[in-house]
């Protein structure tokens, strides 16, 4: 009851009292500064995002970004191997990173009398790593392992990886960001040098610092530390597109540690710095309807009225450089084939392109989405978090603050409009992930027919 009267409070709030207020500033060599001021806590979030991600990386060289974060934490000129996060712990602070397929970032969360021993620290490694063979070599199979641990030994990821990939016929956002094992292993040690001087300068990253700080504070601190590292060469930017597709694709995975079917659908679908961007905002409100908890359509329709699920969600992210993924997660009722899941499901998606949405679905979805957007910005690493993600892919910082008026004005039409681009058939891929006992049933009786897949067919 207690949740249902917040929201509803929340649905009352004018969108504009929640903009956050970040100020920025460009240093000299380059290096963009955004600075988002929270003086709840003497505590800061201290992140550098680089403008590099697996999509960056040469043929037959995956997993090379990735590589790279981990060496990040290996020595420099001033730091013994595993000396960056011991002297962070030994603070007070945490620090961490990960890799996408857009960029890659690196953060710490501290006290605020520690910002300039952290900036200093971050500024060593952005240009002075110090990369030995021996590192290098103990290193990858702590990747290996990684990738074995996440995905090889996942079922359920192994699907996700393989849809991916056949989702993105030519573009690097279907190879995995960890890499493929293969190509892991050939990976040498001048090639992971010559990314990481190719790739780490000033020039080519982003620091957001947000809590209790102004740009007045930090300014000093940024020009001290960053301000000292010279810019490198610009990288030429690179513009890989995917052919137009031709035909549904279906991928059945089978795995003898899968106790329970589970299946999946992928759109390839516009994000918001894509042709048809757009569509971008109704495309977020309609994963929202479709598939954003247990009041969604496919929640109420699969697993509570026709009860051939166990489970549904929908998972659409707007924020990246090229086309994203519009996908479904559905895990069928143990008494329904899959044949009669998928069945349902496209109904459902028909309905939506055909009938569109109605207003009670639409206000639900936008109410849901403003509450987010309140506790997002209740947060220092979330707000830089969303800060950095939206301006390393080249959104501006505005994109942040008026996320919540854009999701408002977003119509019933709009909605199906974007509902109508997405929901082809030639343009997704579905994912089947099976028992191995029932690889040999499944091959004889398809979860979906090519008739079927014809039909019309994040959060």
Not at 417 to 439: E, H, I, M, N, T
Request: proline share 5%.
């Amino acid at each position: 009851m207690r949740l249902v009267v917040l929201i509803l409070a929340l649905s009352m709030l004018p969108f504009q009292c929640m903009a956050a207020i970040y100020q920025q500033f460009t240093l000299a060599n380059g290096m963009q500064v955004v600075v988002i001021p929270n003086h709840r806590v003497p505590v800061v979030t201290h992140m550098v995002w680089y403008k590099v991600g697996a999509k960056d990386e040469e043929v037959g060289k995956s997993g090379i970004a990735h590589f790279l974060e981990h060496l990040m934490f290996k020595g420099t000129e001033k730091l013994k191997p595993g000396e960056f996060s011991s002297i962070i712990a030994k603070n007070g602070g945490n620090d961490n990173a990960f890799t996408s397929q857009d960029f890659t970032a690196y953060f710490q969360t501290i006290s605020k009398d520690k910002l300039l021993l952290v900036m200093g620290l971050e500024a060593e490694r952005m240009t002075k790593l110090k990369l030995s063979d021996d590192e290098i070599k103990k290193e990858r199979e702590v990747v290996l392992e990684e990738r074995r641990t996440r995905t090889e030994n996942e079922p359920s990821a192994m699907l996700m990886e393989q849809m991916k990939a056949a989702l993105y016929q030519n573009h690097p956002y279907g190879r995995p960001i960890i890499g493929w094992s293969h190509e892991i292993k050939q990976l040498s040690p001048s090639e992971i040098q010559s990314f990481y001087h190719l790739h780490y300068a000033p020039n080519k990253a982003i620091l957001v610092v947000s809590g209790d700080i102004t740009a007045e504070e930090l300014r000093p601190l940024a020009e001290a530390t960053y301000g000292k590292v010279p810019a490198a060469k610009p990288n030429v930017a690179k513009n890989i597109t995917e052919p137009p597709h031709i035909a549904p694709i279906h991928v059945t995975y089978t795995d003898e540690k899968v106790k329970q079917a589970e299946y999946m659908m992928y759109f390839l679908a516009p994000g918001q710095r894509s042709v048809g961007k757009e569509n971008a905002y109704a495309l977020t409100v309609l994963a929202h309807i479709l598939g954003g908890g247990e009041t969604s359509r496919l929640y109420q329709s699969l697993v509570v009225n026709q009860k051939v699920a166990a489970s549904a969600s929908v998972f659409y992210d707007d924020v990246s450089t090229f086309d994203t993924v519009f996908g479904m997660y559905v895990i069928p009722h143990p008494e329904t084939s899959l044949a009669e899941l998928e069945k349902a499901l496209r109904k459902q998606l028909d309905l939506i392109v055909d009938k569109g949405v109605t207003s009670e679905e639409l206000e639900r979805a936008k109410t849901v989405i403003r509450a987010q957007s309140i506790y997002d910005r209740d947060s220092s690493k979330g707000m830089a978090f969303a800060f950095g993600e939206a301006m390393v892919v080249g959104l501006s910082p505005d994109y942040v603050e008026t996320l919540p008026d854009k999701m408002n004005a977003v119509t019933a039409k709009q909605v199906q409009d974007a509902a109508r681009l997405v929901f082809k058939p030639q343009q997704s891929v579905v994912g089947v992930l099976l028992p191995k006992q029932q690889d040999a049933k499944a091959d004889k009786k398809p979860v979906s027919s090519p008739k079927q897949s014809t039909a019309r067919g994040k959060i």
